[in-house]
């Protein structure tokens, strides 16, 4: 039944079709770059992520904490149907996976779990990207094993890790997103994109709880983020481009803040690692990052703001996942929108904003904020004008 649902797209076509099928095959599989992301002709670029799907056997996977009266019939499936809505509700140019895609213990066969849970991305031709949690490797396939089947899938455009260096985890990359085409940033890479794994558990015996960012893995960024800067950077242009970066699990500075200081909620603790890797200082050093995308909480959807970064949950999606009954599942999208140059075509990106959507009827917006503005020369001088 799962697998037939998730091969319909290839099975049922004809010669001609399965030919597309397999030649989008080979390209999913193929090296970095493969399929270029870029701005659309509106100037904008949508990222929806999707947090803790939890996904397990399907429709023999019954829901968590939802009313009772929500129960019966609730499955998988119902997690399944929330991906599907989201996706036609926004229309992302990317669906971002952050983690805890299946949930392993309660996953038979993690391929098939895996092909179930990524099918609304696979079937919508959306590009999407994935990275894992502390309970994908939980079921029959290694970390190692599920990214590697994970970029084996359509459309997607996750990596198993760069190639060329020794790194810690699986699924650490990034992705160059291009300005609008025909303008003068179509071959630049005006908003940057990196993917990390934060791991799953402590392997050090005197540490316990949650594994961290390593920094095998922080070299690696700081390696991509000062390569990205010198292509983007010019004698006129000395700010990098927005970066935005996602992993699993939150970093001890997502305790930073409390409902004074951020917007959403919390309604637990923050699970991060008990020791601090310092992968937050290594950001704020880069200096390109604008915000950080995680998942693992549940229960806590907010954003706050440290020394310049954003730090953002995303809220639980799926319905096999921890969450409070009553309260809806969710979703984040990210918005980042292009400066309109003199010459009336885009230039770079000028602001990036955000919302989340529940998992009710009207699939509702809530908690739409700006997480990151350029600071233009206008506004500036005129500042100065008015201080004058
Ligand atoms: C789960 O999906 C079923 C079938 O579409 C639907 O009737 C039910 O209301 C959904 N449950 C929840 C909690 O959304
Ligand atoms: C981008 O690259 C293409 C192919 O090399 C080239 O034709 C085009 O002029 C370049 N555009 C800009 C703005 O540099
Ligand atoms: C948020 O506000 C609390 C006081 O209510 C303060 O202790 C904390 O440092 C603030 N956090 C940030 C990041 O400003």
Not at 271 to 286: I, R, W
Request: hydrophobic residues 40%; glycine residues 10%.
């Amino acid at each position: 039944m799962k697998r037939k649902a998730v091969g319909v797209p290839c099975l049922s076509a004809a010669a001609a079709a399965a030919v597309l099928c397999l030649s989008s095959l080979a390209g999913a599989a193929g090296v970095a770059g493969q399929k270029r992301l870029r701005f659309g002709e509106n100037g904008e670029f949508k990222i929806l992520q999707v947090a803790d799907m939890h996904y397990g056997d399907g429709k023999a996977t019954p829901c968590e904490d939802v009313l009772s009266s929500q129960m019966a019939g609730c499955s998988d499936l119902n997690t399944t149907a929330f991906v599907h809505r989201m996706i036609q509700a926004e229309k992302p140019d990317l669906v971002v996976f952050t983690g805890d895609n299946i949930f392993g213990f309660d996953a038979t066969d993690a391929a098939k779990s895996l092909e179930y849970a990524f099918a609304p991305a696979v079937s919508s031709s959306i590009p999407w990207a994935a990275i894992l949690g502390n309970h994908d490797q939980e079921s029959t396939l290694s970390r190692e094993g599920v990214m590697k089947h994970i970029v084996t899938l359509e459309h997607t455009l996750s990596q198993v890790n760069p190639t060329g260096i020794e790194i810690d985890g699986f699924g650490n990359y990034n992705l160059e997103v291009h300005g609008v085409e025909g303008s003068g940033f179509e071959n630049k890479s005006v908003l940057n994109l990196y993917f990390l794994d934060s791991g799953d558990y402590s392997t050090v015996p005197s540490i316990l709880g949650y594994d961290w960012i390593k920094p095998s893995q922080q070299v690696w960024f700081q390696h991509t983020s000062k390569k990205l800067r010198r292509a983007y950077t010019s004698k006129h242009r000395k700010a990098p481009a927005p970066g935005l970066v996602y992993f699993h699990i939150p970093l001890p500075e997502f305790a930073s803040f409390d409902s004074s200081n951020f917007t959403g909620v919390k309604q637990e603790g923050i699970s991060s690692a008990s020791v601090n890797s310092g992968f937050f200082a290594t950001m704020v050093e880069a200096g390109d990052v604008k915000a950080v995308f995680t998942g693992h909480d549940h229960l806590n959807d907010f954003c706050g703001e440290l020394t310049g970064i954003e730090l953002c949950y995303a809220g639980g999606f799926g319905y096999h996942a921890y969450g409070k009954a009553g309260w809806a599942r969710r979703a984040r999208v990210v918005l980042a929108t292009l400066e309109k140059t003199d010459k009336a075509t885009w230039g770079p990106v000028k602001s990036i904003k955000t919302w989340k959507r529940l998992d009710d009827r009207h699939l509702t917006a809530i908690d739409g904020q700006v997480l990151w503005s350029k600071r233009t020369k206008g506004t500036r001088r005129k500042k100065q004008i008015g201080g004058a």
